[in-house]
């Protein structure tokens, strides 16, 4: 009897080293999902669920080699991209993606600023990420604060997040997840825009917890192994954002702020 072999999932993102978001977050979710992590890390952090102490990054070329070092030799069916810090290393990840067949599925969570409201990303990445990474991507996953930050102004409504998405998916060519979480509505909408074809909306009850560090890293990590599998985007997000309020129900209440959620308690998703 032969088994088919899990999708080859490249998370290239920055290292949590308290465990719940970034690398390690992304690594749970891979795994929980049937997939095969791999990694590039970008940067290490000295992070807990009260903030960021402190970050150090890697050298561009050192980055670019640890994604050569997996596509060359193990092969990749799904990207996820989080945290990059620099602009050195976006354009050193960019020119090592060029190695990789485009039609290779691209998730990218463009990280900017942490759950504790530390900044991620240096003021000049922000533009070269834009420019290199967001053509190369299938699908862009900015939360509201960061899809702020993309349009250069306040999206107060549903309909002004619709359109500042709208506007990233024609100026680049890539579908768009625009995340609600941030707002102070009752329930949570989660829009996406494809590159082509009808828009989608995805609603939930907020549940009220404090214990949400990692959301946006295990949501795009989950989409990248799901599209690896096989499933179309709208679908892969559907079942990504179920594991993600799954996770968030099964928190472990570690940590005395933003806590990590609960990856290995998700039950199987139909």
């Given amino acids: 009897m032969t088994t088919k072999a899990p999708p080859r999932i490249l998370a290239i993102a920055g290292s949590d080293s308290s465990g719940g978001a970034g690398i390690q977050a992304d690594l749970k979710t891979i795994a929980m999902l049937g997939g095969y992590g791999m990694t590039a890390?970008?940067?290490?952090?000295?992070?807990?669920?009260?903030?960021?102490?402190?970050?150090?990054?890697?050298?561009g070329p050192f980055?670019?080699?640890?994604?050569?070092?997996?596509?060359?030799?193990?092969g990749v069916d799904a990207i996820k991209i989080g945290m990059l810090h620099d602009a050195d290393i976006i354009a050193?990840?960019?020119?090592?993606?060029?190695e990789v067949d485009s039609r290779v599925p691209l998730v990218l969570d463009p990280v900017m600023i942490a759950?504790?409201?530390?900044?991620?990303?240096?003021?000049?990445?922000?533009e070269a990420m834009k420019e290199?990474?967001?053509?190369?991507?299938?699908?862009?996953?900015?939360?509201l604060p960061e899809l702020e930050h993309l349009a250069g102004r306040n999206l107060r409504t549903t309909e002004l997040v619709e359109g500042a998405a709208r506007e990233l998916v024609a100026g680049y060519g890539c579908a768009v997840l625009a995340?609600?979480?941030?707002?102070?509505?009752?329930?949570?909408?989660?829009?996406?825009?494809?590159?082509e074809g009808r828009s989608v909306q995805f609603d939930h009850a907020r549940i009220e917890t404090r214990h949400t560090h990692g959301t946006g890293c295990t949501l795009s990590s989950a989409?990248?192994?799901?599209?690896?599998?096989?499933q179309s985007l709208e679908h892969a997000v559907r079942l990504a954002r179920r594991f993600v309020l799954e996770a968030?129900?099964?928190?472990?209440?570690?940590?005395a702020g933003s806590g990590p959620l609960g990856h290995q308690a998700v039950r199987k998703l139909d």
Avoid: M, W
């Avoid at 941030?182 to 996406?192: G, K, Y």
């Fill in 41 to 59: 890390i970008t940067a290490a952090t000295a992070q807990n669920s009260t903030g960021v102490q402190a970050i150090t990054p890697l050298s």
């Fill in 63 to 74: 980055v670019a080699e640890q994604v050569r070092s997996c596509i060359r030799d193990i």
């Fill in 92 to 98: 050193h990840v960019a020119e090592a993606l060029e």
């Fill in 115 to 126: 759950t504790s409201g530390a900044a991620l990303i240096a003021p000049d990445a922000v």
């Fill in 132 to 143: 290199r990474l967001f053509p190369r991507a299938t699908l862009v996953t900015p939360n």
């Fill in 179 to 195: 995340k609600g979480g941030h707002t102070e509505d009752a329930r949570i909408i989660d829009i996406l825009i494809p590159a």
């Fill in 223 to 230: 989409i990248a192994t799901l599209i690896g599998h096989g």
């Fill in 248 to 255: 968030i129900r099964h928190a472990p209440g570690y940590g």
